[in-house]
């Protein structure tokens, strides 16, 4: 079946880098995504991969796709206290935007 | 602002009375989703609208829940008899169909308690 799976917390220091991973069971997968949520908002599309790519960056983010070991990065160079929120990872499998995703990864920036 | 927007923001109810939220997609998304997350959870796909059509509905949605898009712009999710277990925020999103890649713009949500 369908399922993503994140770790739930990850803790770095303000300036030094950050890299949430994510684990997806289907092998169909066309696109791979990375959503921000900060408290008390929806979900804000940060960037996406497409099945066929291993790498895509994009500013101070970093996309690493491993499709043999259906694995799943996200590198925040520069880590800032706004980027402290929770990210998750989402698989499309089908035409349209029936996403997908995981329980979200916990990012807090500390001094 | 053109983003999607969601009415009411919060909502508290009794357990067992009716509530119904208001979607409102950027103008010209003909696709609409609804989703739902739970606390310490990510989102889980309910159901599907392109223009008025609704496409596809998750198992996730009971009888009691009804979603409608009645001219293809609005839509409004409707929990009928609610249960405590209806508790959670209820995100709505659209996006413009396309050939390649499709982006899933999302609205800040309803979020829902069932006392």
């Known amino acids: 079946g369908e399922d993503v799976e994140q770790s739930l917390f990850l803790s770095v220091r303000e300036g030094d880098s950050s890299v949430i991973n994510c684990t997806y069971t289907?092998?169909?997968?066309?696109?791979l995504y990375w959503y921000k949520q900060e408290p008390g908002a929806g979900l804000q599309l940060l960037t996406y991969i497409f099945s066929n790519m291993d790498m895509k960056q994009d500013q101070r983010l970093t996309v690493l796709l491993n499709k043999k070991d259906k694995h799943l990065s996200l590198r925040i160079a520069d880590t800032q206290t706004g980027d402290s929120a929770i990210y998750f990872c989402?698989?499309?499998?089908?035409?349209?935007?029936?996403?997908?995703f995981g329980a979200g990864t916990r990012l807090a920036v500390h001094p | 602002d053109t983003g999607v927007s969601q009415d009411p923001r919060h909502k508290i109810t009794k357990r067992g009375q009716n509530v119904t939220f208001r979607c409102d997609p950027i103008?010209?998304?003909?696709?609409l989703y609804w989703y739902r997350q739970t606390l310490g959870q990510g989102p889980e796909f309910l159901t599907y609208?392109?223009?008025?059509?609704?496409?596809?509905k998750s198992r996730l949605l009971s009888d009691r829940f009804s979603a409608e898009r009645p001219k293809g712009s609005f839509s409004t999710l409707e929990i009928q008899r609610t249960e405590q277990g209806d508790s959670a925020m209820y995100l709505c999103?659209?996006?413009?169909?396309?050939?390649?890649?499709?982006?899933?713009?999302f609205g800040s949500g309803t979020q829902l308690s069932v006392l």
């Open positions: 289907d092998s169909s997968s066309t696109y």
């Open positions: 609208f392109q223009n008025e059509a609704q496409l596809e």
């Open positions: 999103a659209s996006s413009l169909q396309s050939g390649t890649n499709e982006k899933l713009f």
């Open positions: 103008s010209e998304h003909n696709r």
């Open positions: 989402a698989e499309k499998t089908g035409g349209y935007n029936k996403l997908i």
